[in-house]
């Protein structure tokens, strides 16, 4: 695991399919993100403008490098309709060594295409 830039797990919440698979394929080839599950059938229920709404949404799930946070919730921001999206990030405390590299070697700059 790259120690310098620990990987992160990141949700962003989606309209639709098609929004989903445009900003998954975005950023997955920015190098922005190694990968991207979009995962469907998610019920959100939340306040917005003082009144309680319910929508079908998708989530994406987003693993990164965190050095790249920054970057990536900006590219997010710019891509999503959303006027507010939902954009946040856990900390992976612990993970299948392998896995955890190729994050860090899918989201690296220098990496080969």
């Not at 989606?14 to 998954?24: F, G, K, N, V």
């Not at 990164?64 to 309709?81: D, G, I, N, V």
Request: negative net charge; hydrophobic residues 45%; aromatic residues 6%.
């Amino acid at each position: 695991m790259d120690t310098q830039s620990p990987p992160l797990v990141m949700y962003c919440s989606c309209p639709d399919l098609a929004t989903a698979e445009r900003i998954a394929t975005c950023v997955v080839g920015e190098r922005l993100a190694a990968c991207v599950n979009i995962v469907p059938g998610l019920i959100s229920i939340y306040r917005w403008q003082g009144a309680v709404q319910r929508d079908s949404e998708l989530l994406l799930i987003l693993k990164t490098a965190s050095t790249l946070y920054p970057r990536l919730e900006a590219r997010l921001r710019e891509l999503h309709p959303y006027q507010v999206p939902e954009i946040i990030a856990l900390p992976i405390q612990a993970g299948l060594p392998a896995y955890l590299d190729w994050i860090a070697a899918s989201t690296a700059v220098d990496a080969p295409t």
